[in-house]
């Protein structure tokens, strides 16, 4: 049992370790957009939608925990429904196909930390690596496709962005798991701040790419 626990941990520290340069190329490459009123308002809105995600699947990780599936059920509802948002938000601009685009890659991402928060509660290390890899193939996927709407949106950024993103959900459901409730509020709180990066880089991405409509 030891033993798998060190390679789960082993396999989430290595996609924190491959990040801590592929951030700084995010910094660099996704520089923040000139400030206007519309531009902060977009910033703002997609900092909503996109805390709203992790709010919702933090539930879901959490009443598992607790054997609550009335509360399980609503939290998921909400979790895709906050999806659809999130894709819905870039309908205006790219089209109604990437939204549908969009909200299925998101889909697909809850899927596998869903996955993966479900193999981590039944003990099944080889579930979980397996979860992991499609954690990682979706946040390429996702980057694949925003990479190729908005050049504003490197492919390389945007993937870094993402595994963090996906390396904080990891992080999250094995704390639950292991009842380090501690250690789970300093996730908690660094999910949010990175949360934000995200929605900045993808707001800035639009804003610098439609100049005249911000």
């Known amino acids: 049992m030891k033993k798998n ?7 989430v520290l290595g996609i924190f370790v491959m990040l801590a340069g592929t951030n700084a190329f995010a910094k660099e490459k996704m520089a923040a957009a000139k400030l206007t009123t519309k531009s902060v308002g977009l910033k703002l809105a997609l900092r909503d939608l996109w805390s709203g995600h992790i709010f919702w699947v933090r539930n879901v990780v959490m009443m598992t ?17 906050n999806a659809r948002a999130i894709a819905d938000s870039i309908g205006p601009i790219y089209g109604k196909a990437a939204s549908d685009k ?21 003990n099944d290390a080889t579930g979980k690596a397996a979860a992991v890899d499609k954690i990682k193939k979706n946040a390429d996927e996702i980057a694949t496709f925003l990479s190729s709407a908005n050049p504003n ?3 390389d950024a945007v993937l870094g962005l993402l595994m963090a993103h ?15 409730f501690s250690a789970e509020a300093q996730t908690v709180d660094a999910m949010q701040k990175h949360i934000y990066a995200i929605a900045d880089a993808l707001a800035d991405g639009i804003v610098k790419q439609f100049p005249k409509k911000f």
Request: without cysteine.
């Open 166 to 180: 996906g390396g904080h959900h990891i992080s999250q459901i094995d704390q639950f798991n292991s009842n380090n």
């Open 102 to 122: 969009l909200f299925n890659l998101l889909a697909g991402h809850y899927g596998a930390v869903k996955e993966y928060m479900t193999t981590v509660y039944a």
């Open 65 to 81: 925990k607790l054997g609550s599936a009335d509360a399980v059920k609503v939290a998921e509802n909400q979790v895709f429904q």
């Open 5 to 11: 626990t060190v390679k789960i941990v082993a396999v």
């Open 153 to 155: 949106w490197p492919k």
